[in-house]
T-cell receptor
Framework: KQEVTQIPAALSVPEGENLVLNCSFT??????LQWFRQDPGKGLTSLLL?????REQTSGRLNASLDKSSGRSTLYIAASQPGDSATYLC????????????FGKGTKLSVIP | GAGVSQTPSNKVTEKGKYVELRCDPI?????LYWYRQSLGQGPEFLIY????????DSGLPNDRFFAVRPEGSVSTLKIQRTERGDSAVYLC?????????????FGSGTRLTVV
């Protein structure tokens, strides 16, 4: 069974710090990996999508990387702000013909003013 | 529409009742997915539609759960004889071509509480 693990489960940092969220997966077969943000009581907002042929994607203060060989992805957030406080989820898509996403449980981030 | 719309946003129902949850995907998205997210967990796959047909319903937990998409656009997830364990956030997503290039767009979800 595919597993996606996110560590830590929760993270608290002071405003302005740079931080890294981790996502690891047990099956090296991967088509793409997507990072989402979830605010309390809300749905998922897509942040970044990395195809298996790519090593990283950037959007503003966010940078996501993918290392297939080690089964890891990281989400780097620069100069964190209180508005970044949310739960961050990564989700793996196994193959081109696959349609299921396998999600991790998420990392709950709190940015303290 | 501009995004995936789900209604209602919240639903409280009594154990044993029947509920319907609605999803209106992004216009032109042929693929539609239902996921269920329990407290403290990541979303788990329930069912996938390509057009009007359910291409994969392997994630539905049992025969109390059923979903339709009669015209290839709006989808309804139906739960019969609800149980307290059905309480969760039900998320709908849509995409083009299995999310190959642009990923998946999720709605805000329906929070179902069975009392």
């Amino acid at each position: 069974k595919q597993e996606v693990t996110q560590i830590p489960a929760a993270l608290s940092v002071p405003e302005g710090e740079n931080l890294v969220l981790n996502c690891s997966f047990t099956d090296s077969a991967i088509y793409n990996l997507q990072w989402f943000r979830q605010d309390p009581g809300k749905g998922l907002t897509s942040l970044l999508l990395i195809q298996s042929s790519q090593r990283e994607q950037t959007s503003g203060r966010l940078n996501a990387s993918l290392d297939k060989s080690s089964g890891r992805s990281t989400l780097y957030i620069a100069a964190s702000q209180p508005g970044d406080s949310a739960t961050y989820l990564c989700a793996k898509k196994e193959g081109a013909g696959s349609y299921q996403l396998t999600f991790g449980k998420g990392t709950k981030l709190s940015v303290i003013p | 529409g501009a995004g995936v719309s789900q209604t209602p946003s919240n639903k409280v129902t009594e154990k044993g009742k029947y509920v319907e949850l609605r999803c209106d995907p992004i216009s032109g998205h042929t693929a539609l997915y239902w996921y269920r997210q329990s407290l403290g967990q990541g979303p788990e796959f329930l069912i996938y539609f390509q057009g009007t047909g359910a291409a994969d319903d392997s994630g539905l937990p049992n025969d109390r759960f059923f979903a339709v998409r009669p015209e290839g656009s709006v989808s309804t997830l139906k739960i019969q004889r609800t149980e307290r364990g059905d309480s969760a956030v039900y998320l709908c997503a849509s995409s083009t071509q299995h999310g190959a290039n642009y990923g998946y767009t999720f709605g805000s979800g329906t929070r179902l509480t069975v009392v």
